[in-house]
């Protein structure tokens, strides 16, 4: 028997008699962004939502579920774009049927993002139209053109970065700074973006130096700025042990710059590298004004260089640590094996003493140098410095040698053991004077000790 086939034609509800059901709105958000904070990308961001307003009000069809704007946001990645992912959430709770954008590189300029967020709409039944590119996401031919001009705006994003970073290195090899002063402790810009010293940051950033060189570790400068309140470079007033030593290497402190110092190692996450030489760098000398003279900026480096071969030369892995001052922590070592000598407190009898670290060893005794009460080594400082004292002019032609044709950091220490002595004699432990003058202590006994002092005399005592 041969097959029938029979079209049935689509009916027309009108011709069946039936009402037609009204027509359910669209509710219809618009997506806007800009990528900087230029008074002219600005206008055009306020002109996106201006525009999106009006557009969306004057459609019949159309409801407004809202304009969702980022400002001043690179639209290379999601992560900081918080109306972006505001606008999908509402997606996914079903508050939002269509979203507008001007253009591919307004929703996203990064090929993988563009595709799974527009996929993740569509599979909710929610489309997305690109007005430049006269492209609907659910409509089905759009998808091949959609990919395609996707990658071409992750590349104008690429073209984007290099040709700032071109521009970026040719400001750098012409002496040219590119520096965020509002993340910058001690200076502005004037209006020919030039450095210019901040006088109350200034003051902050001197006494950091003054205090390092003094013998205040970084921790203890940080808790002391941030007990007192005092003002960092966004005005707040938590202060770390890193942010100071990020201030007192920092050579821009002195009228120095060294250009491109980090990179970006990839223009889609903006994630910054530390430069170990993959990139050219620039130095440029007395390139402004600088808070601290060269003389101080380079003792302090030399005081940090010191304190790295201290700690290689005793085997230990820090230097006069902690907020509290200790003078003699990490300064105390065995004049039997060489191992430090560690702290050890019974706060409810009273008493401080200090052991061999090497004590013991495996459950045996391996040094047998005996304990010292911290009582003692006071002892034994204030008798040591005031040996130094009444050996003043013995040594001050050294000093003043010293002051005159030494290193930044041997000027510093002459000068600041000649103004201790000069002082007169210790009548009992000061631990700020321990911590300003002293290295360390070898221990030869549980009463005989030798201290070196940072100028270089050394001084042996028994108490």
Same mark, same amino acid.
């Given at each position: ?13 009108? /011709?069946?008699?039936?009402? /037609? ?20 990308? *600005?206008?055009?961001? +306020?002109a ?8 969306? =009000?004057?459609?019949?069809n ?6 969702? /704007? ?24 079903g ?12 929703? /996203? ?9 527009? %996929? ?12 430049? +590119? ?24 690429? =073209? ?15 002496g040219?700074?590119?520096? =965020? ?6 200076y #502005? ?5 030039? *450095? ?8 902050t950033?001197?006494?950091?130096? %003054? ?16 007990? +007192? ?6 005005g ?9 030593i ?13 250009l ?14 530390? =430069? ?9 000398? #007395?390139?402004?004004?600088g ?8 003792a302090?480096?030399?005081?940090? +260089? ?20 200790y ?6 070592f065995?004049?039997?094996?060489g ?16 052991q ?19 009582? #003692?080594l ?13 050996? %003043? ?21 002459a ?49």
């Amino acid at each position: 028997m041969a097959r029938s086939i029979t079209v049935i034609p689509a009916r027309n509800r009108q /011709a069946s008699g039936h009402r /037609a059901a009204p027509q359910k709105k669209i509710r219809v958000a618009a997506y806007c962004r800009v990528s900087t904070d230029q008074e002219d990308q *600005l206008h055009s961001f +306020e002109a996106q939502v201006d525009y999106y307003t009006k557009y969306i =009000n004057d459609h019949e069809n159309y409801e407004m579920a809202g304009i969702y /704007a980022d400002e001043g946001i690179s639209g290379t990645n999601t992560k900081k774009r918080e109306q972006f992912k505001r606008m999908i959430v509402d997606c996914g709770k079903g508050k939002i049927d269509l979203v507008i954008t001007k253009s591919i590189s307004r929703f /996203a300029r990064n090929t993988q993002d563009c595709l799974m967020y527009s %996929r993740k709409l569509k599979n909710l039944g929610i489309g997305i139209i690109f007005e430049k +590119e006269n492209i609907n996401t659910l409509d089905s031919t759009g998808e091949l053109l959609f990919t395609i001009l996707s990658s071409l705006a992750q590349d104008e994003s690429r =073209n984007i970065s290099e040709n700032c970073k071109w521009g970026i290195r040719t400001k750098f090899k012409n002496g040219e700074m590119h520096l =965020n002063t509002f993340k910058f402790l001690g200076y #502005d810009k004037d209006e020919n973006g030039k *450095l210019i010293i901040n006088r109350e940051q200034a003051k902050t950033v001197r006494r950091i130096y %003054r205090d390092f060189l003094w013998g205040l570790n970084p921790a203890q400068i940080a808790k002391e700025l941030e007990e +007192e309140q005092v003002p960092g470079c966004l005005g707040q007033t938590k202060w770390y042990a890193s942010t100071v030593i990020g201030i007192l290497k920092q050579e821009k402190h002195m009228g120095d710059a060294l250009l491109q110092k980090t990179y970006t190692a990839d223009f889609l996450t903006k994630r910054q590298v530390k =430069n170990n030489g993959e990139v050219a760098q620039v130095y440029v000398r #007395d390139s402004h004004k600088g808070i601290v003279d060269k003389e101080t900026w380079n003792a302090v480096q030399e005081e940090f +260089e010191r304190r790295e071969k201290f700690m290689q030369k005793h085997g230990t892995d820090r230097y006069s640590y902690g907020s509290e001052c200790y003078p003699f922590c990490e300064k105390i070592f065995c004049g039997e094996c060489g191992s430090l000598f560690t702290r050890h407190s019974w706060k409810s009898r009273g008493i401080i003493q200090w052991q061999c670290k090497n004590h013991r060893k495996d459950g045996k005794v391996a040094c047998t140098n005996a304990y010292v009460d911290d009582a #003692d080594l006071e002892k034994g400082f204030i008798k040591a410095f005031n040996r130094l004292v009444g050996e %003043r002019e013995k040594h001050i032609e050294r000093w003043n040698s010293m002051k005159l044709d030494g290193t930044p950091l041997e000027k510093i220490r002459a000068g600041q053991m000649m103004e201790a002595t000069e002082s007169g004699q210790l009548q009992q432990y000061v631990p700020e004077a321990a911590q300003l003058v002293l290295e360390e202590i070898t221990i030869f006994g549980a009463k005989k000790y030798e201290f070196a002092f940072l100028e270089g005399s050394r001084v042996k005592v028994s108490v």
